[in-house]
């Protein structure tokens, strides 16, 4: 065997070598692991100086942290609570065959009517003891529905928004962030087949051709979104599925400019 055959099969060995080690294994992957905690650690304290937290807030509430019980209710998914709602709503209007049209789409609901395929319906279902009028103003807000004439109402977007709202950016912020850490152990632990898809593409662009391309892809984000939870609950909806043990599990896309 010659040499340059045989240094792709040594560089393969020493590869398989190396992802075989439990990680860290040496005081270099440490120094590696210390580094890059330092730059997520960072990464996080600049983002929550951009929400109007400086250093010394900010040192005070990872005390606070160190200090209180693991077992702590999430208070972003609390802040969420609504919009994870409004959410389902909006994607039993956009799948159910009972609010679609003539031509399958979205159909423009009644907000009076309290029959079977009214909004009035997906609101009490999903907003019990809410005013119907409360549901839709914060449908309106978050930039889901539009009201049609003066008792009717169209489903606009099927992602919801909180724009200009601090609260709410910073609550969904922190579960991105969550799932992606909780997807980034789970992948350095198993092997390829098993881990979690994990993908994304970049180019630079001019800022006209970013604002363009957010135009262009919300709707292929809300298209594979609804597939998706269709998906997932018609498989968790099954006779055979019904008494296991569940764990929420989904996916979450997001457009991103550096």
């Known amino acids: ?3 340059n055959k045989a240094r792709p099969n040594r560089r393969k ?12 294994a040496d005081a270099h992957d440490e120094r590696v692991r210390d580094a890059l905690a330092q730059e997520l650690i960072g990464t996080c304290m600049a983002a929550l100086k951009s929400f109007g937290l400086d250093g010394r807030k900010q040192a005070k509430l990872a005390t606070q942290v160190t200090m209180r019980s693991a077992k702590q209710p999430s208070t972003a998914t609390e802040v969420w609570t609504e919009a ?9 209007w956009a799948e159910e065959p009972a609010y679609r049209d003539s031509t399958g789409r979205p159909a423009v609901l009644s907000v009076r009517d309290a029959g079977p395929d009214s909004f009035q319906t997906l609101a009490h279902e999903f907003f ?16 889901v529905i539009e009201k049609v004439g003066a008792d009717k109402v169209a489903l606009l977007n099927n992602v919801v928004l909180s724009p200009r709202n601090s609260a709410l950016v910073l609550a969904f912020a922190i579960r991105t962030v969550r799932r992606v850490l909780q997807a980034a152990d789970n992948n350095r632990r198993v092997s390829f087949a098993e881990g979690w898809p994990d993908r994304a593409v970049w180019v630079k662009v001019s800022d006209e051709d970013f604002r363009d391309f957010v135009k262009f892809i919300r709707p292929q984000i809300g298209g594979l979104l609804e597939i ?9 909806a099954l006779p055979k599925n019904r008494r296991k043990k569940k764990r929420l599990a989904g996916v979450q896309m997001f457009v991103f400019r550096e």
Do not use: F, Y
């Open 84 to 92: 994870d709602q409004l959410g389902l709503a909006i994607s039993r």
């Open 13 to 24: 060995a020493n590869m398989q070598q190396r992802s075989a080690r439990s990680w860290p």
């Open 1 to 3: 065997m010659t040499k």
């Open 228 to 236: 998706s939870h269709r998906w997932l609950t018609r498989r968790a």
């Open 128 to 143: 019990p003891g809410w005013a119907v009028a409360d549901v839709v103003t914060l449908g309106c807000k978050a930039n």
